[in-house]
């Protein structure tokens, strides 16, 4: 063959799970070596949601983490603040809905736990991605010093009365499996 042929075209239907990441997911969130010299980044996010002071929220197929959404979880003034971080869907997979599903899923569990405001960072030449964010209902608030955009969310008008601590037992029991 001297030139590329198209011989066919393949649709696929990928049936994933969104839940809590359990320590066994812990391997394969390194994505086959993309993520490897994160070993430790990965397994400290872990023990913060063990403790309730994170969760890390995966999509899983195949017994495969297709998605995730980490959250880190904190206080900003007199407001409940949320960060999300390593939001990110497997390179095949992206633009199919899966992280839409992801985001809706975390701010369901965001507003649960009564979190009033929700921040993540995007990287400044990722602009094509901040269109995504936009149709969610996140708005930049700053350009940031590190080559970033902070786009921020309002996600619950109204704090369930519970004390940190409950809040934080909660957070720790919708972690488990």
């Avoid at 913060?48 to 999509?59: C, K, N, S, T, V």
């Avoid at 195949?62 to 949320?82: C, M, N, T, Y």
């Avoid at 608030?141 to 008008?157: E, M, Q, S, T, W």
């Amino acid at each position: 063959m001297t030139h590329l042929q198209e011989f066919g075209k393949v649709e696929v239907t990928v049936r994933a799970t969104i839940r809590p990441c359990q320590k066994e997911d812990l391997p394969a969130l390194e994505w086959m070596g993309l993520y490897t010299r994160h070993r430790n980044v990965i397994r400290d996010a872990f023990e913060a949601q063990e403790r309730g002071d994170g969760l890390m929220l995966l999509a899983i197929a195949a017994e495969f983490p297709i998605a995730q959404v980490w959250v880190r979880f904190g206080q900003h003034g007199r407001k409940s603040l949320a960060y999300l971080w390593a939001v990110r869907t497997f390179h095949p997979l992206q633009r199919a809905g899966i992280g839409r599903q992801m985001m809706q899923a975390a701010e369901r569990i965001l507003a649960r736990h009564g979190i009033e405001r929700a921040e993540l960072e995007v990287d400044c030449d990722n602009q094509d991605v901040l269109g995504f964010y936009r149709g969610l209902g996140w708005h930049v608030v700053d350009r940031g010093d590190n080559d970033c955009f902070l786009l921020a969310k309002n996600i619950a008008l109204h704090k369930p009365a519970r004390t940190t601590g409950a809040a934080k037992q909660q957070r720790q029991a919708d972690a488990r499996p």
